[in-house]
């Protein structure tokens, strides 16, 4: 989740720098390079952090129903 966040925070302060034009033309193409390529991490963090909590949740389930008590979440 952390890692998420940061990166949200990194991509949205870059989308905001470029978007007010402070990226000359010189380095125009690094930083649309460096861009994608956090926001390439921030899906694949995102997808992570979904697949985690549902693995949790799978296994809070499977305790439950070991411990004969899903039903009480019906």
Do not use: C, D, M, P
Not at 34 to 45: K, Y
């Amino acid at each position: 989740r952390a890692q998420r966040e940061a990166l949200e925070i990194y991509v949205g302060k870059n989308l905001q720098v470029l978007n007010t034009g402070a990226v000359g033309q010189a380095e125009f193409e690094g930083f649309i390079g460096n861009l994608l390529n956090a926001q390439q991490q921030l899906a694949t963090a995102t997808a992570q952090e979904f697949q985690a909590i549902a693995t949790y949740n799978a296994s809070i389930a499977g305790l439950e129903y070991a411990k004969g008590t899903i039903q009480r979440y019906n």
